[in-house]
């Protein structure tokens, strides 16, 4: 098995990881606790900051070339907190009904605006949508809905030559791609990148025939597309194609993200969860939750800031 355990102190729904190359710190949320983490990782000591509402995801931010702290998403909006465990200033209020959706996966793009997708938690239809929030010299923070038919927003992720742009949604079991012009943030040429079989009729658990459901999802500077499968116990490496490369079997029924960190960025980071897991999975797999690593050949792309 190549995992380690890299963070021993379990989340219950752990997400959005990021390798923080200024501070040499993995960051990321528990969304389950409402917490964002962060760790100098191998010591692992983990820092806990409860916030008002779920962290669906952070980024780090940056302004005129200097860290400034994060730009969380609650469920009722974007936030900027400028130091850790600071104030949250709002950015933009939430566009959706707090009472039943709440932000999701999210990330900054390469140039340094916010990206937010959404959960729709009735789970009976397909409400949820993918924002972008731009706040780079001084623009007005709004969100603008970039695309929409999804129930739970996933997979975020750009191309090396930010060209292409994927997104997930996760019940549907299918990952999206489209061709993404960077300086007018316009999206065409929408198309399924990789589609998964759905879960057999009468899964349960502990069960065989079922390969999980696309998640989290992180890109090394070859292009590949590595995606964490929920339910299904294994991390995938998809080609720039969508073909897979390779499988890798992880310690925990739920793997939910990754992320490249460490100082050459050839550390794959994972974050699983054990939020609602029965009793005899969790004794199965008591790494259920940690965040697990392992050394890849392959750097991944640095993770990009949010601009303001």
């Given at each position: 098995?190549?995992?380690?355990?890299?963070?021993?102190?379990?989340?219950?729904l752990?997400?959005?990881?990021f390798?923080?190359p200024?501070?040499q710190r993995l960051?990321?949320?528990d969304i389950?606790?409402?917490?964002?983490?962060?760790?100098?990782?191998?010591?692992?000591t983990v820092e806990?900051?409860?916030l008002?509402s779920e962290?669906?995801c952070?980024?780090?931010?940056?302004?005129?070339?200097?860290?400034?702290?994060?730009?969380?998403?609650l469920?009722?909006?974007?936030?900027?907190a400028?130091?850790w465990g600071?104030?949250?200033a709002?950015?933009?209020p939430?566009?959706?009904d707090?009472?039943?959706?709440?932000?999701n996966?999210?990330?900054?793009?390469?140039?340094?605006?916010?990206?937010?997708g959404?959960i729709?938690?009735p789970r009976?239809a397909a409400r949820?949508?993918?924002?972008?929030?731009d706040?780079?010299?001084g623009?007005a923070?709004v969100?603008?809905?970039?695309a929409g038919?999804a129930t739970?927003?996933?997979?975020?992720a750009?191309?090396?030559d930010?060209?292409?742009l994927?997104?997930?949604?996760?019940?549907?079991?299918a990952?999206r791609?489209?061709?993404?012009?960077?300086?007018g943030?316009?999206?065409?040429?929408?198309?399924v990148?990789?589609?998964f079989?759905?879960?057999?009729?009468g899964?349960?658990?502990?069960?065989?025939?079922?390969?999980?459901?696309p998640?989290?999802?992180?890109?090394d500077?070859q292009?590949n597309?590595y995606?964490?499968?929920?339910e299904g116990?294994?991390?995938?490496k998809?080609?720039?194609?969508?073909?897979?490369?390779?499988?890798?079997?992880v310690?925990?029924?739920?793997?939910?993200?990754?992320?490249?960190?460490?100082?050459?960025?050839?550390?794959?980071?994972?974050?699983?969860?054990?939020?609602g897991?029965?009793?005899?999975?969790?004794?199965?797999?008591p790494?259920s939750?940690?965040?697990?690593s392992?050394p890849?050949?392959?750097?991944g792309?640095?993770?990009n800031?949010?601009?303001?």
């Amino acid at each position: 098995m190549p995992w380690q355990i890299a963070i021993s102190q379990p989340s219950e729904l752990g997400e959005s990881p990021f390798w923080h190359p200024d501070e040499q710190r993995l960051y990321w949320v528990d969304i389950a606790v409402r917490q964002v983490c962060r760790s100098t990782v191998p010591a692992g000591t983990v820092e806990r900051w409860t916030l008002p509402s779920e962290p669906g995801c952070i980024a780090p931010a940056r302004t005129g070339g200097t860290n400034t702290g994060l730009v969380i998403a609650l469920r009722g909006g974007i936030y900027r907190a400028r130091h850790w465990g600071g104030e949250l200033a709002l950015l933009a209020p939430a566009l959706h009904d707090a009472a039943t959706t709440r932000f999701n996966d999210g990330k900054a793009d390469p140039l340094g605006r916010f990206w937010a997708g959404t959960i729709y938690e009735p789970r009976d239809a397909a409400r949820a949508q993918l924002f972008c929030l731009d706040g780079r010299d001084g623009r007005a923070s709004v969100l603008e809905p970039k695309a929409g038919n999804a129930t739970t927003a996933n997979g975020l992720a750009w191309s090396p030559d930010a060209a292409t742009l994927y997104w997930t949604d996760t019940p549907s079991h299918a990952i999206r791609a489209w061709d993404w012009n960077a300086a007018g943030n316009t999206l065409s040429h929408e198309r399924v990148f990789r589609q998964f079989a759905p879960k057999p009729a009468g899964w349960q658990p502990g069960m065989a025939g079922y390969g999980g459901r696309p998640d989290g999802a992180a890109v090394d500077v070859q292009g590949n597309y590595y995606v964490a499968m929920y339910e299904g116990g294994r991390l995938l490496k998809l080609s720039p194609a969508g073909e897979v490369l390779a499988e890798f079997a992880v310690p925990a029924q739920c793997p939910t993200m990754p992320c490249f960190g460490g100082a050459d960025l050839r550390t794959l980071y994972l974050t699983t969860a054990r939020q609602g897991r029965p009793a005899e999975e969790l004794q199965r797999w008591p790494a259920s939750g940690c965040v697990l690593s392992m050394p890849v050949e392959v750097p991944g792309l640095q993770v990009n800031f949010f601009m303001d």
